[in-house]
């Protein structure tokens, strides 16, 4: 799958429309306000907590880090305490971290390998899929029914190599939830892709703060002057919304201009079946609620950002390559192994904190977006449409005025290019 040809051709079209166009297009709907809110106040912050991160897809791991049958992982990134097993069947299980007898932790370390999965409180014993076998002195339990006592199950789903959970135990299947993305992606060959690198870093801001930085091109002329800005045609780009309040960026390098791209990556082997869109432009997907990636022939380098605190931020930086066998491992995002950023993303960055305690004073009111933002108001309706309107204190919710005429695959643009 991937891109056809003409949805090749349709995009062509489009970056040269929005080169041309003088104004938003026509019929883009006015674009409320923001609410201030929504990035320093606690209750929002709270209900993102309970909605977001445990309604959605989140992506945790890849098979790398668990190879073989019996090898766990623990995660804990959106707050609760996973434990992701390579089970003995050969299939990928997430269990809560949560021993069914006391509540302690079945496994403390952070990674391993184990024929079973036994409690080092009081020693019950499951397997890899979660059941429970065993435990210390049955003869003085009473009634202690086995089957209704294993862990509890998250929800584990894999795209290729790639591992994602979700908390809400009657989601949608990952599939469904990718929706015509997962059809994009198969060019890149997800299935085939090795972990080089993964790195975390803490920032002193709002998730989204960080994360909104990464999801429109407005800002490449002012932060990334010599990095970014001349390896991108940023009149020439084209967002488009997806179901599910995902969204992409397609942008061609600049015309008679640079045509490398602002990361290098040594001399590697190439995802071979990556079309023309993914080898001359930057294509870049963000997954709601925190995935953002630009995929290419040379790489899959997502960016994630977890919420440590309503002002601080876990920072994700991965690298995804076919395999580079002996030579040096190769990173997308850091220098010297995770040491420190690279400078594209210490661009992106930097500024977080300045912005976090700027939007903290009282002459933070709420944010104005341009169409070329757009994308960051589709993800505020999906996030209300996920936490709930009548959920949100009125003062904090958003205006569902993007409506389906907008959402992929229709696209009223493309009538007018």
Not at 153 to 166: A, S, W
Not at 240 to 254: C, D, I, L
Request: proline share 7%.
């Amino acid at each position: 799958m991937g891109m056809n040809e003409q949805q090749i051709t349709t995009l062509k079209r489009l970056m040269e429309y929005e080169a041309a166009r003088t104004e938003p297009p026509v019929g883009f709907p006015h674009l409320p306000d923001l609410p201030a809110g929504r990035y320093t106040d606690q209750r929002f912050y709270e209900l993102e907590k309970e909605h977001l991160w445990r309604k959605s897809w989140l992506f945790a791991a890849h098979i790398d880090e668990i190879p073989d049958p019996g090898c766990y992982m623990l995660w804990e990134n959106a707050g609760q305490p996973v434990i992701i097993v390579h089970g003995d069947d050969g299939k990928i299980y997430a269990h809560y971290n949560t021993c069914r007898h006391r509540g302690a932790p079945v496994v403390t370390e952070k990674s391993g390998r184990k024929a079973r999965l036994s409690c080092k409180y009081h020693g019950w014993t499951y397997t890899h899929q979660g059941e429970l076998i065993s435990v210390r002195d049955p003869e003085d339990f009473t009634d202690l029914d086995f089957s209704c006592r294993s862990l509890i199950p998250v929800r584990c789903e894999r795209f290729g190599n790639f591992i994602f959970v979700n908390f809400d135990e009657n989601c949608v299947s990952l599939l469904e939830y990718l929706g015509p993305i997962a059809d994009e992606w198969a060019e890149f060959q997800f299935d085939k892709v090795r972990l080089a690198a993964r790195h975390t870093f803490v920032l002193n801001c709002n998730w989204k703060i960080a994360m909104e930085s990464n999801t429109e091109v407005y800002h490449v002329k002012s932060i990334h002057p010599s990095t970014v800005a001349p390896a991108l045609d940023d009149r020439r780009n084209v967002n488009s919304f997806y179901p599910n309040g995902h969204g992409r960026m397609v942008a061609p390098r600049p015309k008679g201009g640079n045509q490398n791209s602002s990361i290098e990556l040594p001399d590697l082997p190439e995802i071979e079946t990556v079309g023309e869109i993914g080898r001359t432009c930057t294509q870049s997907y963000g997954i709601f609620p925190n995935w953002v990636s630009p995929l290419s022939h040379r790489a899959i380098p997502p960016l994630l950002f977890w919420p440590i605190s309503i002002n601080q931020t876990l920072f994700e930086t991965w690298t995804m390559v076919p395999d580079w066998g002996d030579g040096e491992r190769p990173d997308y995002w850091t220098v010297n192994d995770g040491e420190r950023l690279n400078d594209v993303l210490l661009e992106d960055t930097e500024f977080g904190e300045a912005i976090q305690k700027s939007m903290e004073s009282y002459g933070f009111k709420g944010v104005p977006l341009s169409y070329q933002e757009a994308r960051i108001y589709h993800w505020n309706q999906q996030t209300d449409r996920v936490i709930g309107a009548e959920n949100i204190p009125p003062e904090l919710r958003v205006e569902q005025v993007m409506g389906e005429e907008w959402i992929y695959p229709n696209d009223p643009r493309v009538e007018y290019s």
